[in-house]
T-cell receptor, first 119, second 119 residues
Framework: AQKVTQAQTEISVVEKEDVTLDCVYE???????LFWYKQPPSGELVFLIR??????QNEISGRYSWNFQKSTSSFNFTITASQVVDSAVYFC????????????????FGKGITLSVRP | GAVVSQHPSWVICKSGTSVKIECRSL??????MFWYRQFPKQSLMLMAT?????????EQGVEKDKFLINHASLTLSTLTVTSAHPEDSSFYIC???????????????FGPGTRLTVL
């Protein structure tokens, strides 16, 4: 069974600080996909990134960067120079390929991390 | 691209009535849609997986007669909460998967959610 652990529940930082959100996953499959979603107070989940298990390259997108380490089963998310608009709940999620259809199966979400960025 | 809409965004109803929530993929075809439920300060709980033209697959513990799901077209899925009670009050979120069996491009995109309050 797959599992996603986001050990941090709430993080509070001051604007312009860097912050790292941790995500550790468990899966028995060799082919899987990892995601990060942002849920601002409005409630809508915003897709941030998808990474497949064969691509361990780290990725940077503006102030966001992701560190995928298969050896430690982690997919951590760093926000550089945080801003008030980054305040939200951040979810890490995992999906595996359906072994019959080859399509992604359902997502397993972590419990989420509430990030508060103070001015 | 990859926009998912939900209607209504919020609804208040009396106990015993039924409520229908629509989920639409606006700029892509979604063979699979998912329905989630989220309680305050908690993670998303998958309720069911909806495949176009076939019966939905419900997660363990979710009453299929209470939460009716219809996925009549590639862009529309509906969730009907029948005989709603106060304990059904929650935030309901749908997602649509962009892509069929081509798992390399599959990502779930989420709607803005529907807040249901049952009096």
């Amino acid at each position: 069974a797959q599992k996603v652990t986001q050990a941090q529940t709430e993080i509070s930082v001051v604007e312009k600080e860097d912050v790292t959100l941790d995500c550790v996953y468990e899966t028995r499959d060799t082919t899987y996909y990892l995601f990060w979603y942002k849920q601002p107070p409005s409630g809508e989940l915003v897709f941030l990134i998808r990474r497949n298990s064969f691509d361990e390259q780290n990725e940077i997108s503006g102030r966001y960067s992701w560190n995928f380490q298969k050896s430690t089963s982690s997919f951590n998310f760093t926000i550089t120079a945080s801003q008030v608009v980054d305040s939200a709940v951040y979810f890490c999620a995992l999906s595996e390929d359906d072994r019959y259809t080859g399509a992604n199966s359902k997502l397993t979400f972590g419990k989420g991390i509430t990030l508060s960025v103070r001015p | 691209g990859a926009v998912v809409s939900q209607h209504p965004s919020w609804v208040i109803c009396k106990s015993g009535t039924s409520v229908k929530i629509e989920c639409r993929s606006l700029d892509f075809q979604a063979t699979t849609m998912f329905w989630y439920r989220q309680f305050p300060k908690q993670s998303l709980m998958l309720m069911a997986t909806s495949n176009e033209g076939s019966k939905a697959t419900y997660e363990q513990g979710v009453e299929k007669d209470k939460f009716l799901i219809n996925h009549a077209s590639l862009t529309l899925s509906t969730l009907t909460v029948t005989s709603a009670h106060p304990e059904d009050s929650s935030f309901y979120i749908c997602s649509a998967r962009d892509g069929g069996l081509a798992s390399l491009t599959d990502t779930q995109y989420f709607g803005p959610g529907t807040r249901l309050t049952v009096l």
